[in-house]
């Protein structure tokens, strides 16, 4: 069976320090990966997805980036984070567009991250 | 550019009232309809789709939900809630790509 793992659960970071968070899918090849943001009140946007290793787009500016070293693993960065990062981080999968688009979305637990 | 609103921003209700939440979209073509559903302190579940078929879709818990083309929408349905279906809930859409549009969500709150 597939599932996700995201980590960590709960981060606090300060202003300006860095960021990785870690998203691995296990079960299925070539998935699309998505980062996700749920801000309080503002339901979830859509940061960055992938189609493929090396392959992203964002989907909004931010000084937050991704990358995909391996098909199974996507990583959320920052180098200096702000205060408006706070919020939910969520990661999630589907099959690849070249088998069916009409999948559902998994989504791994989420990161809390806390900006202070 | 494509986007999904729901009406309703938080809806407090008794238990055994039915639940409606709206949700409209707003792209011409071909769409896969979700519903999503994130309980406190849980990650987001799936509650329902809709792909093609049958528009009343029948999902998990109870829920259904009525995709309507003509009107834009795809409103989830409860005829009788619990105190466990205080979540939060996402509508949500694709159109004709595999990326999904969700909605701002609507917060339910079931008072025992």
């Known amino acids: 069976s597939q599932t996700i793992h995201q980590w960590p659960a709960t981060l606090v970071q300060p202003v300006g320090s860095p960021l990785s968070l870690e998203c691995t899918v296990e079960?299925?090849?070539?998935?699309?990966l998505y980062w996700y943001r749920q801000a309080a009140g503002r339901g979830l946007q859509l940061l960055f997805y992938?189609?493929?290793?090396?392959?992203i787009s964002s989907e909004v500016p931010q000084n937050l980036s991704a990358s995909r070293p391996q098909d199974r693993q996507f990583i959320l960065s920052s180098k200096k984070l702000l205060l408006s990062d706070s919020g939910f981080y969520l990661c999630?999968?589907?099959?690849?567009?070249?088998?069916?688009?009409?999948?559902?979305?998994?989504f791994g637990n989420g990161t809390r991250l806390t900006v202070t | 550019a494509q986007s999904v609103s729901q009406h309703n921003h938080h809806v407090i209700l008794s238990e055994a009232a039915s639940l409606e939440l709206g949700c409209n979209y707003s792209?011409?073509?071909?769409?896969?309809l979700f519903w999503y559903v994130q309980y406190p302190g849980q990650h987001l579940q799936l509650l329902l789709k809709?792909?093609?078929?049958?528009?009343l879709v029948k999902g998990i818990k109870g829920f259904e939900a009525e995709f309507i083309k003509s009107k834009f929408s795809f409103n989830l349905r409860k005829p009788s809630v619990q105190w466990s279906d205080t979540a939060e809930y996402f509508c949500?859409?694709?159109?004709?790509?595999?990326?999904?549009?969700f909605g701002a969500g609507t917060t339910v709150t079931v008072r025992a």
């Open positions: 999630a999968w589907d099959v690849s567009r070249s088998s069916s688009y009409n999948s559902p979305l998994h």
């Open positions: 079960g299925t090849s070539n998935p699309n």
């Open positions: 992938s189609v493929g290793i090396g392959q």
């Open positions: 792209y011409g073509g071909t769409v896969n």
């Open positions: 809709y792909f093609s078929g049958d528009p």
């Open positions: 949500a859409f694709s159109a004709g790509d595999y990326k999904l549009s």
